[in-house]
């Protein structure tokens, strides 16, 4: 329990954060966790509880009282407490002999344990020797990008660096990093950063029962960085048993890449990439890195990755995305002919632009071929899936992916969503209870509810569950494009005719999406201006058909000719 306050306190230093950013909000989720779990075991019988919460991107720690048998805890944790001073003495005891009898012979010994059958690594958040008030995305970008090198050897499985992020040193216990990350061996580490120098240690520990298999220390000056954390992700590869290849070494084609290039890389590599904001810092650390040094083919291929995710998640113009994803990704592999990351978006281009499902395939597979742990190519390889009509494969390849990235709530959402395409309603409602356990607050967790209760055709049940979202304009379509077909399927026509005017105000929305439209005027019977509007949807090339075939929502229409005919261009691409 000591510990748990610890990390408590110092999460809350300072008072209630009112915009509080992703590392802190997934570092508290995990807080969160843990103090549910001691509560439910053996902090039982505490005499007061410690509950957080995470209001509107705040945090909040409230202390309350629980009742107690006062004598029977009096009894039971006393002698408890005399028991762990008498094994502080005991230890204390020993330590004193190893000392005296060979201790640095014995370290030695646990260091070079033998790191055993090593099936996923997880390099979590290094720690910076600097005083926190120059705390920066300096240190985090060197964990990523030694997460990124050893993505690419296909002997293990490398845990996203989203992922391990929230195991921050408070919260680093070793069984829930087996359990919740299913990492066999972690990398730790501290580095101080230093005005012309980086120096520090970092080390590996099996998560079986915490031995030491490998350590070393860091020391590169600020001018050779990329060459020091190629050396560090060399060592730790070489210790098991595995080499990196050459497109994985930042430092092989870095053009001679300056301080400046190499930190606005390493910046641009801390972030999570995936909200606009993060991908506009992101995109704009790329942009000074690949100025500053215009031959650093690792920024160019990070640089290409932002653009796929932008074209991706619409945040641009389709056209304009998808030429400069087109552009950069070029430009990157005439450095590197071997990006993964390039060969990445080349494959995004393809599919969001023509849907050229064929090419967007090659290069998706060459991607992952080169980077066998990246779960954005598998998403997407997953998409082109579900648009072919192969929902099961489609769920294949997303749970390698979340096996990679167990900690991302949009994969979670994709993952939830391919469940349910595939029929397997129970899996997409149990998963989205484990996402809710993390985050309650979470929305869009209850869009994957609705959609498992059309698919298992309990339509009664989607109503009430997205009673709140629909009234909230930024939920608004995505919570009518389910809540109202439901309710028509149910008998009530009401609610679709009510969402369809809501959606058409100016001041709700703009311009509604075609797809969502069709789908609740399909359920109401207006099958004329449904068709029309999937037709021009396939013209404009939406993303929301890309799902069209295996959404329940549509299901009542499969065997209709028309439907079939729009599922089919979908299918073929181009």
């Known amino acids: ?14 008072g209630t954060q009112p915009a509080l950013d992703a590392d802190g909000r997934g570092e508290l989720k995990r807080l969160r966790r843990k103090l549910e779990d001691y509560y439910e075991a053996e902090g039982a019988g505490d005499p007061a509880r410690v509950e957080l919460t995470m209001p509107e991107g705040s945090v909040r720690f409230d202390v309350t009282a629980q009742p107690i048998d006062v004598a029977a805890w009096v009894a039971t944790a006393v002698p408890a407490a005399a028991r762990a001073e008498s094994r502080r003495w005991a230890i204390a005891a020993v330590l004193a002999v190893v000392a005296a009898g060979g201790a640095f012979w014995l370290y030695n010994r646990q260091a070079m344990a033998d790191p055993g ?37 296909p002997r293990w499985k490398t845990i996203e660096y989203a992922s391990a992020q929230p195991y921050s040193y408070n919260l680093r216990e070793l069984a829930s990093l087996r359990r919740e990350l299913g990492a066999d061996i972690v990398v730790e580490g501290r580095l101080t950063p230093g005005e012309t120098k980086v120096e520090g240690e ?69 972030v999570y990439q995936e909200t606009p904001q993060e991908l506009q810092t992101a995109l704009r650390a790329l942009e000074a890195a690949t100025a500053a040094a215009p031959q650093f083919a690792a920024a160019q291929g990070a640089l290409a990755g932002v653009w796929a995710r932008i074209t991706q998640r619409e945040y641009r113009p389709a056209a304009e ?19 993964a990351e390039a060969h990445l978006a080349l494959g995004v281009a393809a599919m969001f632009d023509k849907w050229d499902w064929a090419v967007a395939r090659k290069e998706l597979d060459r991607a992952l071929e080169l980077r066998p742990s990246y779960p954005y190519a598998l998403a997407r390889l997953a998409q082109i899936d579900q648009a072919e009509g192969d929902s099961k494969a ?19 959402i994709e993952l939830g969503f391919a469940y349910v395409f595939n029929g397997q309603h129970e899996k997409a409602l149990e998963l989205m209870s484990k996402v809710e356990r993390l985050d309650p607050e979470f929305k869009a967790i209850r869009l994957v509810r609705a959609m498992a209760y059309v698919g298992k055709k309990e339509f009664g049940r989607v109503g009430s569950h997205l009673e709140t979202m629909v009234r909230q304009r930024a939920w608004m379509p995505s919570s009518f494009a389910i809540a109202a077909p439901a309710a028509a399927f149910a008998g009530d026509k009401s609610v679709a005719e009510r969402a369809l005017s809501e959606m058409r105000k100016k001041e709700n929305l703009a311009k509604p999406d075609p797809v969502v439209l069709a789908g609740i005027l399909l359920a109401v019977g207006q099958d004329k201006e449904a068709f029309e509007l999937l037709n021009q949807a396939v013209t404009a090339r939406n993303t929301l058909l890309l799902t069209l ?18 599922v089919r261009k979908v299918r073929a691409g181009g």
Not at 131 to 147: E, R
Not at 322 to 339: D, G, H
Not at 549 to 566: K, M, S
């Open 1 to 14: 329990m000591s510990r748990l306050l610890e990390s408590c306190v110092e999460a809350h230093a300072g």
């Open 117 to 153: 059958d090593v099936r996923t690594i997880a390099v979590l958040p290094i720690d910076d020797g600097r005083p926190i008030q120059l705390h920066d995305k300096f240190v985090p970008g060197i964990t990523a990008a030694i997460t990124a090198e050893l993505a690419h050897v």
């Open 202 to 270: 970092l080390w590996m520990r099996r998560t079986s029962d915490g031995r030491q298999v490998w350590r070393s220390a860091f020391s590169a000056p600020r001018d050779e960085l990329l060459a020091g954390i190629d050396k560090a992700a060399q060592g730790i590869a070489e210790r098991l048993g595995a080499g990196l290849p050459g497109q994985a070494l930042l430092s092989v084609k870095s053009g001679k890449a300056n301080r400046e290039a190499v930190e606005e890389y390493l910046n641009a590599r801390a």
């Open 321 to 339: 995305a998808v030429a400069k994803t087109r552009e950069i990704a070029a430009a990157a592999l005439a450095l590197e002919p071997n990006s």
């Open 394 to 412: 489609a769920v294949g390849r997303l749970e390698r992916a979340h096996e990679l990235n167990p900690s991302h709530q949009a994969l979670d």
């Open 549 to 566: 075939g295996v959404n329940p929502i549509f299901e009542r229409y499969r065997g209709d000719a028309r439907f079939r005919e729009i």
